[in-house]
């Protein structure tokens, strides 16, 4: 789900972040402190939560997405660090110890487990797409893909850059956050290491690896990065090695990712078709 | 003679010691053809970039429709009314060409926030957007892919997003270079069309011969100075321009 969130960044705008891990991470502190500290339920902060990785997100953005590209890249892991820096100096977020003791979702009384959570993640998960497949068809989301192909010319039609950038910007984050608070939820123990740089590129490699701009490519991407860990679990200690090399056979063989343009699927299946005929 | 539509007055840009344009004025009526032509390196392109926004003068004032507009960034200029080409073609590469044309229409959508959620993809935006494309003759390649067109195609392509945007003022950059003659004369034909409709075309142009046979009034410029304005008629005689389009011997031999 937070790759899908990452792809409206990256994807839609075409705004480099490999700093989306700090904001899946600020949502889940943000449920976790409303959880812990003042008893809230996960349905009663969710709205807090959305707003609050907003927040972050249009106060984060306005200033990196002056910078472009490779820029942006290097600012956004910056952010990254400082905010996993301050969920683990500041005592206030548990320090290093993280915050446990989170409290299962609960829905009509009965607690979220399993199965359960499953479908609501799955629902969360299908309002995202919505959310997504409406973006992409809002002229805000038209005004976004002119922006990630032509810069100049988006603004000589009336486009501000600033504007929609920090638009896909703060979409993108708010969808982190919500995923980030039903992780905090399920796992109902976080710490700051699970929000570091290297979920970033996890993420990023999903976006890559599903298909950047497309709808399902980053549930895809999730899903095959999912589980490659339990498919490969023999040789996990080369599973960074592993992910590099599939990034760069991605990168040189589908650059659009496995649902992107002149995907290989669709190939294959011409192929055959032709060959039947 | 009513108010002029663009008035440039007294611009000067410099890039560190570089003088790219030094103290040019020059007007644009409402409804003429203005021609900006010189040698490579005169500053025209240059020029462009102060009217739509892309740089903002070192000194000078640029005053659209009687407001002054330098330093305001593109989108406003934009929302103004002017439209631009580019000299090198700036095509959304992976939209289809009408999709291309569509990102120009939402520009009343842009600025609102609660209208830039409705979607694009409906059949009444469809349908302005292609009749744009029929008009500058890219009515069949809708669905194409921009990014595949040959460069004829993506400067007609480009003219019919400035049509969109432009409806006070477009501003073609070297629209006709590297065409063929047939299509040359294409776009002769749809650029008076334009001018037909009320709207106010200022280019800037190397084919001297379309210069020539297509403007009202010439604004010639030569190292960042305005050298010569004046109906092509006048502009052709003009010693100054020959001796910069020419040199001065072959002027004097001209002579």
Partial sequence: ?277 | MSRALLEVEDVSKHFGGLKALDDVSFRVMPGEILGLIGPNGAGKTVCFNLISGVYKPTLGRILFDGQSTEGSPPHEIANKGVGRTFQIVKPFGSLSVLENVLVAQGISKYRAFSKMWSSWRCESEAKRGLEVLERVGLGDLARRKAGLLPLGNLRRLEIARALIVGHKLILLDESFSGLRHEEISRLENLVRSIREDGITVLLIEHNTRVAMGLCDRLVVLDHGRKIAEGHPEEIQKNEKVIEAYLGRKRAKNAA
């Fill in chain 1, 1 to 277: 789900m937070a790759a899908c969130g990452l792809n409206v960044i990256i994807g839609y705008a075409g705004q480099v972040s490999l700093g989306h891990a700090a904001f899946v991470g600020i949502g889940a502190y943000t449920a976790a402190l409303l959880a812990t500290k003042a008893g809230f339920s996960f349905f009663l902060s969710l709205p807090i939560v959305l707003v609050v990785s907003a927040t972050f997100g249009l106060l984060l953005g306005l200033p990196s997405l002056r910078v472009r590209e490779d820029f942006l890249a290097i600012t956004t892991i910056g952010i990254n660090f400082i905010v996993e820096a301050m969920f683990n100096y500041v005592p206030f977020f548990g320090g290093a110890l993280g915050i446990g003791g989170i409290p299962p979702i609960l829905l009509f009384g009965s607690k979220m487990k399993g199965l359960g959570f499953f479908y609501l993640c799955l629902f969360f998960l299908l309002i995202v797409l919505f959310v997504c497949w409406w973006f992409s068809r809002s002229w805000a989301g038209l005004a976004c893909f002119a922006l990630r192909e032509e810069e100049s010319a988006a603004s000589s039609m009336g486009i501000s850059p600033v504007r929609f950038k920090l638009l896909a910007f703060v979409v993108g984050t708010c969808i982190a956050g919500l995923s980030g608070a039903l992780s905090a939820h399920y796992i109902t123990f976080i710490s700051a290491g699970d929000f570091s740089f290297p979920f970033s590129i996890h993420l990023l490699c999903m976006v890559v690896i599903g298909g950047m701009g497309t709808l399902w490519g980053p549930v895809l991407g999730a899903l095959i990065l999912g589980a490659l860990p339990e498919i490969f679990r023999p040789i996990v200690d080369y599973r960074i090695l592993f992910y590099t090399l599939l990034l760069l056979l991605m990168i040189r063989f589908q650059p659009g990712g496995l649902l992107g343009e002149s995907m290989m699927v669709r190939r294959m299946m011409n192929k055959i078709s032709l060959r039947v005929k």
